[in-house]
């Protein structure tokens, strides 16, 4: 079964404008890793936060996690054309497994 | 480097066929699994290693088999291959920091997309 759920399922936004996306999942972890992934491609690993840390950045993402409500948000700032994609949250080291547990998936659409 | 290299890219299969899905790594990762991805879906994990010579079941190992005989490589077997496994197919390895106990993200391989007919 999937970790969790992640909210949007579908996002649609213009160039430009932040987008959000959210993840809850229902174990402890290691930690908490978002990935992109472009129609028909394979994955790429954006950000890894791990259990002690509130947030984290890098370029024109930030991650946050709230351990006590099994949550993560993605924020992606000033987004682009090229930021269409499906993104996925997964956890590592759920329950001593090294392998991820992957959510649902939002798909983002950027409107030029 | 490589980075993550699944072959084949594309495969159809009859009922009933068996066929291993190759996957290797050049970047000397400890940590490596299977995961299927079905349309519309997020991933999910069918077998994983923490290391050569050791592998472990994920959620969705049923009529699936794996061997982890060198860090490089772990190759996903299907027994007798049924249309459920219609399906794409992606390898990931990782690590932990040595000395650290901080851990990479995970690289993917490109994919195996299997029909079954």
């Known amino acids: 079964s999937q970790q969790g759920e992640e909210d949007p399922q579908a996002l649609s936004i213009q160039e430009g404008e932040n987008a959000t996306m959210n993840c809850s999942y229902k174990?402890?972890?290691?930690?908490l890793q978002w990935y992109r992934q472009n129609s028909g491609r394979g994955l790429v690993h954006l950000i890894l936060?791990?259990?002690?840390?509130r947030e984290k950045h890098s370029g024109r993402l930030r991650v946050t996690l709230d351990t006590s409500k099994k949550s993560s948000s993605l924020l992606i700032t000033a987004s682009r054309a090229a930021d269409t994609a499906s993104y996925f949250c997964?956890?590592?080291?759920?329950?001593?497994?090294?392998?991820?547990?992957f959510g649902s998936g939002t798909r983002l659409q950027v409107q030029p | 480097n490589a980075g993550v290299t699944q072959t084949p890219k594309f495969q159809v299969l009859k009922t009933g066929q068996s066929m291993t899905l190759q996957c290797a790594q050049d970047?000397?990762?400890?940590?490596m699994s299977w995961y299927r991805q079905d349309p519309g879906m997020g991933l999910r994990l069918i077998h994983y290693?923490?290391?050569?010579?050791?592998?472990d079941q994920g959620e969705v190992p049923n009529g699936y088999n794996v061997s982890r005989s060198t860090t490089e490589d772990f190759p996903l077997r299907l027994l007798s291959a049924a249309p459920s496994q219609t399906s794409v197919y992606f390898c990931?390895?990782?690590?932990?920091?040595?000395?650290?106990?901080?851990?990479?993200?995970?690289?993917f391989g490109s994919g195996t997309r299997l029909t079954v007919v």
């Open positions: 997964a956890t590592d080291g759920t329950t001593g497994r090294r392998a991820l547990t």
């Open positions: 970047m000397n990762h400890e940590y």
């Open positions: 990931a390895s990782s690590s932990t920091r040595p000395g650290t106990g901080v851990d990479y993200g995970y690289t």
């Open positions: 174990t402890s972890i290691n930690n």
């Open positions: 936060i791990r259990s002690n840390e």
């Open positions: 290693s923490v290391g050569a010579g050791i592998t």
